[in-house]
């Protein structure tokens, strides 16, 4: 008997008992979708995070202040870096273009009978280059407004809208902590990024932020939280993150160990692609563990199969079938069973990724490489848990089958 013969006898006997093949493809199924869906959406997870962690800015770096045990082991942030070092940064590091520090603080704005908390940022000038972020009305402070300690704002877009509805903010009266702010500028609406929405902040020059707002609270000048400095391209990241470290350590004098920690938009990205990487192994993981169940009920399934047919195999065995005809029925049924079943389930792991893509933020991804897995991964199961009740029937007597019927 050739293959072709095989198979078309085993589709006959698979259709003979369509729900009872059904049931049986259905563990596969739900394998096959599994696995694709959780794999397309660990990828979505990941483009997800990285997009989040660009949206902060090309090739940023931050300088914080402290080490990383005092910031493991204390709360209080040590308000050891000031806005010289920024200052020093931007003049004596040939591989950083832009430089932006950042005071915060949180006051309550007012604008008429309307008043909410808002996360006031003290920066400079530099921030629109270095954030990337574009002003969709208005402009941004300049150096003047920095030097004269102007009583200037900045408003993220969903802040503006908040406070002024469907009214032009600038050029309007805004008060914060008890004084009067000019609204010149309302940032481009942009999102939030790892807990950090400047959509929902205001902005207002680093000196009038230390002069009228937050005060001064270090005796070396500008306290600051961090540093945020931009690269001239992604392959300076590196060498940017020595030439600072090297000129703060000579500006705080350190001997031994460093009062600032800079971060990497590249490390972060690094950390975040293994926690994302193993989340979407390990899901791809328990979701294969379906498949492995599909391929126990596929073995189940056969196996009784050969119970009711032990007349048939003993008929056929005795007009001349060989043990390997048999045997190739049998797996060539459940190769069927499975492949079918792993064609089917990645439709429906296609499209519950499409569901997802439509639904969440996540931008899940169908991946070419997980359908082949899944259903290459099916087509090996059914074959697997095929060959015991092939090699069952096979292997009976035909004059023991024939009279057992």
Known sequence: ??????????????????????????????????????????????????????S??????????GNRETQRISNDVPRNLVLEDAEAIASQVPTVAGVSPELNGRYVANYRNRNTNVNIIGTTPSFPMVREFDTAKGRFFTDIDMKRNNQVVVLGANLAERLF??????????????????VIGVLEAKGSSLGADYDEAALVPITTSANRLVGRNSPYGIAL???????????????????????????????????????????????????????????????GI??????????????????????????????????????SQFIIEAIILSAAGGLVG????????????????????????????????SGGIGLFFGVVPARRAAQLDPIVALRSA
Request: no cysteine; charged share 15%; net charge positive.
């Open 165 to 182: 509805g469907t009214t032009n903010p600038v050029g309007k009266q805004l008060r914060i902590k008890n004084a009067t702010f000019q």
């Open 225 to 287: 939280d961090y540093i945020v400095a931009s690269a001239r391209n992604s392959n300076s990241v590196d060498a940017a993150e020595f030439q600072i470290t090297n000129l703060l350590r000579l500006r705080h004098k350190v001997i031994s160990e460093d009062d600032f920690t800079i971060r990497t938009q590249k490390e972060a990205l690094q950390t975040l692609g293994q926690i994302t990487g193993a989340l979407t192994i390990m899901l791809a993981a328990v979701a």
């Open 346 to 377: 990645t439709a429906v792991g296609v499209s519950g990724i499409m569901l997802v893509s439509a639904l969440t933020p996540l931008q899940a991804g169908i991946s070419p490489v997980a359908i082949a897995l899944a259903v290459g991964v």
């Open 1 to 54: 008997m050739n293959i072709l013969e095989s198979m078309k006898m085993a589709g006959k006997t698979l259709l003979s008992n369509k729900l009872r093949t059904a049931l049986t493809m259905l563990g596969i199924v739900i394998g096959n979708a599994s696995v694709i869906a959780m794999i397309g959406v660990g990828e979505g997870g990941q483009k997800f995070v990285n997009k989040q962690l660009e």
């Open 290 to 327: 379906s498949l492995f169940v599909g391929g126990i009920g596929i073995m189940n399934i056969m196996l009784v199969s050969v119970t009711e047919r032990t007349q048939e195999i003993g008929l056929r065995k005795a007009i001349g079938a060989t043990e390997q005809d048999i045997l």
């Open 56 to 65: 902060l800015g090309p090739n940023v770096l931050f300088v914080i202040p």
